[in-house]
């Protein structure tokens, strides 16, 4: 089975600029979240779709990131404007049942953030 | 908030076991223990989760303390392709993973 697909893997962009990344999550899966990881943290949680409705979007900073599932299968991340602390790894995640049952969340490699 | 206390590094001989801890003193009743762990310029893949009973999978074994304030990761032989940074996360039902900073750990040939 594929896995959850994201691109690009790298972006390196300019303060104020915008950018998007793209998510596909493995095939059948209800559940897509969206995770940054800065540098030497844990991943931290941006939001979380079900099918195409947000569960949880408490830690999306949303004057600048927006992220929609239109059809409740891929998904897209953007960031306008950019800022500095923005800079990160991007990771896309995806389950097919509630966590509690199987424990299991996929991830993609992520894509890689610089600002300058 | 991870809720979850893990030292932030250890180290391992290679073919030699290890053992991760992790400490959830404040873990409820319904909280599952995830256990996550990330290679390096890779996004975190799941290793193994329990809710009372010690578990076993091909990757890991996890040993959950009685009063489930304390568990943990067992591996059997550490390989260099096990060093990563492991995560523990308790977690209830459905919620989002919420992640710390967790342990690096390194293996020496």
């Known amino acids: 089975e594929a896995g959850v697909a994201q691109s690009p893997r790298y972006k390196i962009i300019e303060k104020r600029q915008s950018v998007a990344f793209w998510c596909n999550p493995i095939?059948?899966?209800?559940?897509l979240y969206w995770y940054q990881q800065i540098l030497g943290q844990g991943p931290k949680l941006l939001i979380q779709f079900q099918n195409n409705g947000v569960v949880d979007d408490s830690q999306l900073p949303k004057d600048r990131f927006s992220a929609e599932r239109l059809k409740g299968v891929d998904s897209t991340l953007k960031i306008q404007p950019a800022k500095l602390e923005d800079s990160a790894v991007y990771l896309c995640a995806s389950s097919r049942l509630g966590l509690a049952a199987t424990g299991e969340l996929f991830f993609g490699e992520g894509s890689r953030l610089t600002v300058l | 908030d991870a809720k979850t206390t893990q030292p932030n590094s250890m180290e391992s001989n290679e073919e030699e076991p290890v053992h991760l801890p992790c400490n959830h003193s404040?873990?409820?009743?319904?909280?599952?223990i995830h256990w996550y762990r990330q290679l390096p310029s890779q996004g975190p893949e799941y290793v193994i989760h329990?809710?009372?009973s010690n578990v076993n999978n091909r990757m890991a074994s996890l040993a959950i303390a009685e009063d489930r304030k304390s568990s943990t990761l067992i591996l059997h032989r550490a390989t260099l392709r096990d060093a990563a940074v492991y995560y523990c996360i308790r977690n209830s039902g459905n919620t989002p993973l919420v992640f710390g900073k967790g342990t690096r750990l390194s293996v020496i040939a």
């Open positions: 329990g809710l009372t």
């Open positions: 095939s059948g899966h209800a559940t």
């Open positions: 404040t873990i409820s009743g319904t909280d599952y």
